[in-house]
């Protein structure tokens, strides 16, 4: 039987408090990931309120007029995020899945950082040794993970994820409620990331696997399906 991975998305579409500014996930993050999974494994789409979850239009260009793998995604897999199920949904269901995987955007600062259900659904998916995964904004949703034991789930663990000079050279830093890098570095992680921005960067801990950027997304996938054997 194929693995089975659940694919948790952001469902904040507006960055708080910035009349409407649109964010949400982010193209290639997924595309790319589900380019390397789906012929191998069965996905599974949740985000926190369920139903759509909101594709960020500035990750449109140039993703849908110069990468094929982000235009056909597009253009052919809008049911996978226009019909999401609720994040509750999945608590108490880790033995049902082999993976959970969390695409970037900068909708999870928002929502999936703090997301309670979130959270506990890492928690369980963690506890039951299963791969844990995200590329990105993605690694938001781990920052506030505290195991059983008390101690973050990132401590000691080798983390990527989208570095302070990638925020800034976007002129994002301005709306972001913390800066990743710093919070991943706070959590005790030991932080990484490619010598040159936008370069690709792939780090494994164990079941624990995380991508600094989009051209980080392929490899994440790719480190996603070794993992799991496929």
Excluded at 43 to 64: E, R
Excluded at 204 to 225: D, F, M
């Amino acid at each position: 039987m194929a693995p089975k991975v659940l694919v948790v998305l952001t469902s904040c579409g507006q960055i708080p408090g910035q009349d409407g500014k649109q964010t949400g996930w982010y193209l290639p993050e997924f595309s790319h990931p589900y380019d390397v999974l789906s012929p191998k494994c069965e996905l599974v789409i949740a985000s926190p309120k369920g139903g759509v979850a909101p594709l960020d239009p500035n990750s449109l260009q140039p993703w849908i007029q110069n990468d094929s793998s982000s235009a056909d995604f597009y253009n052919t897999k809008k049911a996978l995020w226009e019909n999401t199920a609720k994040i509750s949904d999945f608590l108490g269901r880790a033995d049902e899945f082999d993976a959970i995987f969390f695409p970037g955007g900068h909708g999870p600062m928002f929502d999936l950082a703090t997301d309670k259900d979130s959270i506990a659904l890492i928690n369980e998916f963690w506890a039951k040794g299963k791969v844990t995964a995200a590329v990105c904004h993605g690694p938001a949703a781990f920052v506030n993970v505290k195991l059983p034991s008390g101690e973050s789930l990132l401590k000691d663990k080798d983390v990527s994820a989208f570095s302070n000079a990638e925020e800034d050279s976007v002129d994002m830093s301005k709306y972001m409620p913390f800066m990743l890098e710093d919070k991943i570095k706070e959590a005790g992680a030991k932080y990484h990331k490619a010598s040159e921005a936008w370069a690709p960067t792939v780090c494994v801990a164990g079941k624990l696997i995380t991508g600094q950027n989009p051209a980080s997304a392929k490899g994440v996938g790719e480190a996603i399906a070794k993992a799991l054997g496929v």
